[in-house]
């Protein structure tokens, strides 16, 4: 018995060391993946830019602004200074800027007065970690920025404990009811449609060659074409399915919350499932047989996860791994979920119509190239 296993152990390690993808796909793929996640979690750095709004004539309204953005700059936090709130909270929605702070006068007559008041603040909350480093670095400046006015002014600091400021939090996306969940779901929404869609096809695809279905197929009036355009709609509907029954579990099992509507989701998460069906065609000229395509798994998905954004904001990583990611089409499915589901955006906005179009454009690319490679493997 102990024989017949060593000689099944020596059978299977003479395979390996003979396939020339198996091999590498064992030994360098694990380590690649590796240094792949450990470069974005040790470069990922969010670059925060703060909007100061001064609202009144009173002389200490600038003097805290000013303050307060030499107390950002101090802590290598941007600042931008727009004429209104109304004007920084579209900076926040355009991207301009990760949150806001509104210096009025009943906020500085509190500072010189040595009293709490509460400053209004605004917040993006569609991304984690930025929303936590930002409103960090506000608290931080809010604390030292009116004492260091009061000082200046009186000679003295007679606040009361925790600083003058009280924050009135104005959340431009989400809101307080949404936790660490709700924003990251969208993210995970088009990843496990991408996953599941992009793995099944891709071994079935491979199945249908190595069982020599493919070529059967083939030997019909159904053309290349035909077989791959079926495939795709097949996914596509099976993926609208898995979408309603995410949303379902996530609404009434998890409690999630989102602010756009049912419809927009399940139409972004169609073209995410084509777009995922597609990339299957292509990788699977490359694979004749299931345990192939299951070796391709790994590298095909595992470093469209750490760079898309499902783990860090794209704009926090390497200027390198930022254009990366302009290649991966799951980037874009991310991107297109996040507005609809976090941002409350129509379907019509235009930036969720580019991304549509740009996962369109990759599936329309990746179907042609996958569809001329598509061959019937050989007797």
């Known amino acids: 018995m102990i024989l017949r296993i060593l000689r099944r152990t020596q059978h ?4 390996i060391t003979r396939d020339r993808r198996g091999l590498p796909s064992l030994l360098f793929v694990p380590v690649g993946l590796l240094l792949l996640m450990g470069w974005v979690i040790k470069s990922a750095d969010n670059d925060i830019t703060v909007a100061i709004v001064a609202e009144g004539d009173h002389w200490a309204v600038g003097d805290i602004a000013a303050q307060l953005r030499d107390t950002f ?3 290598d936090v941007d600042t931008i200074q727009p004429a209104d709130e109304a004007t920084a909270e579209q900076a926040l929605r355009d991207g301009d800027a990760d949150g806001y702070i509104v210096v009025d006068e009943a906020f500085a007559g509190a500072v010189l007065g040595g009293e709490r008041d509460d400053v209004r603040v605004g917040i993006t909350g569609d991304s984690i970690s ?6 960090r670095e506000i608290n931080r400046a809010l604390v ?6 009061l000082r200046e002014a009186t000679g003295s600091a007679p606040l009361t404990e925790g600083g003058a400021a009280r924050v009135d939090t104005v959340y431009v996306y989400g809101g307080e009811e949404y936790d660490s ?3 990251l779901l969208p993210a995970l929404f088009a990843f496990i449609i991408y996953l599941t869609i992009f793995s099944s096809a891709l071994v079935i695809i491979a199945s249908d060659r190595a069982m020599h279905t493919l070529e059967r197929i083939m030997a019909t009036p159904m053309r290349r074409w035909e077989y791959v355009a079926g495939t795709v709609l097949g996914y596509t509907v099976m993926a609208l399915i898995q979408a309603v029954s995410i949303v379902l579990a996530a609404v009434f099992v998890l409690d999630a919350h989102f602010a756009g509507n049912v419809a927009a989701i399940l139409i972004v998460t169609g073209v995410v499932a084509v777009s995922g069906v ?3 065609v292509f990788f699977s000229a490359f694979a004749r047989s ?3 395509a299951m070796q391709m798994l790994p590298l095909a998905l595992i470093p469209q996860f750490i760079i898309c954004g499902v783990l860090f904001p794209i704009s926090a990583m390497p200027d390198v791994l930022q254009q990366v990611a302009r290649f991966l089409p799951v980037t ?3 991107d297109a979920l996040q507005d609809v589901m976090l941002r409350g955006r129509a379907l019509t906005d235009p930036e969720v119509l580019a991304d549509i179009a740009v996962m369109l454009a990759f599936a329309a690319f990746f179907v042609v190239l996958g569809t001329r490679a598509l061959q019937p493997e050989e007797q």
């Not at 299977?12 to 395979?15: E, G, H, I, S, V």
């Not at 930025?130 to 409103?135: A, G, I, S």
């Not at 030292?144 to 006015?149: F, G, M, N, T």
């Open 12 to 15: 299977f390690l003479t395979a």
């Open 73 to 75: 700059a101090e802590n």
């Open 130 to 135: 930025v929303k936590d480093e930002t409103l």
């Open 144 to 149: 030292l920025a009116p004492l260091r006015v």
């Open 181 to 183: 969940f709700d924003e």
């Open 278 to 280: 597609s990339l299957s």
């Open 290 to 292: 299931e345990p192939e």
């Open 332 to 334: 874009y499915g991310v």
